[in-house]
T-cell receptor, first 115, second 117 residues
Framework: DTGVSQDPRHKITKRGQNVTFRCDPISEHNRLYWYRQTLGQGPEFLTYFQNEAQLEKSRLLSDRFSAERPKGSFSTLEIQRTEQGDSAMYLC?????????????FGEGSRLTVL | AQKITQTQPGMFVQEKEAVTLDCTYDTSDQSYGLFWYKQPSSGEMIFLIYQGSYDEQNATEGRYSLNFQKARKSANLVISASQLGDSAMYFCAMRESMNTGFQKLVFGTGTRLLVSP
């Protein structure tokens, strides 16, 4: 399968712990996005990478959140000192930026539950 | 700021019938793009259809068509000949600008579609 893959699919953690999610985009895509989706809502933009450069960050991305894409391939999203409000689905998406529509290809998400 | 409104929390349709999912949007941009995504229970967001603000014809992709009414700022999704596998959440989204280097999508709250036999 050559789609966007995310790991882990599910994570349960206690408040105050750190968690890290990994995203492997479609191999030829140089653009990578992180979105967060809470229950009953649509996805909300968190951050954007073009190759290894993080070019956009949402105000939703507090200081406890950090994202990297060290070699312009996979990306990690780390949440430090998790809070119950961080419970959500974290979606990764990638694109080539060349399609006329600019559609994003999403992974199946990493669901975080903070107890 | 751009905003997407989906007023139907849930819709029911019988297999083989057509269904329309509503979407209205608000933007001050002249150039924008509108998307529909499907999200099954697995969680993945699946791209269905795209409409550019300057496209003169309504977009179609197989059983999906987008009823684009620019003056009314609506972009309704029409699914013809519904199938059981169409049961899922459906999200309308808008791209904030036409800078194709950065695709920030703004999503609505979604509509849950249930298709019955």
């Amino acid at each position: 399968d050559t789609g966007v893959s995310q790991d882990p699919r599910h994570k349960i953690t206690k408040r105050g712990q750190n968690v890290t999610f990994r995203c492997d985009p479609i191999s030829e895509h140089n653009r990578l996005y992180w979105y967060r989706q809470t229950l009953g809502q649509g996805p909300e933009f968190l951050t954007y990478f073009q190759n290894e450069a993080q070019l956009e960050k949402s105000r939703l991305l507090s200081d406890r959140f950090s994202a990297e894409r060290p070699k312009g391939s996979f990306s990690t999203l780390e949440i430090q000192r998790t809070e119950q409000g961080d419970s959500a689905m974290y979606l990764c998406a990638s694109s080539s930026g060349q399609a006329n529509t600019g559609e994003l290809f999403f992974g199946e998400g990493s669901r975080l539950t903070v107890l | 700021a751009q905003k997407i409104t989906q007023t139907q929390p849930g819709m029911f349709v019988q297999e083989k019938e057509a269904v329309t999912l509503d979407c209205t949007y608000d933007t001050s941009d002249q150039s924008y793009g509108l998307f529909w995504y499907k999200q099954p229970s697995s969680g993945e967001m699946i791209f269905l259809i795209y409409q550019g603000s300057y496209d003169e014809q309504n977009a179609t992709e197989g059983r999906y068509s987008l009823n684009f009414q620019k003056a009314r700022k609506s972009a309704n999704l029409v699914i013809s000949a519904s199938q059981l596998g169409d049961s899922a959440m459906y999200f309308c989204a808008m791209r904030e600008s036409m800078n194709t280097g950065f695709q920030k999508l703004v999503f609505g709250t979604g509509t849950r579609l249930l298709v019955s036999p």
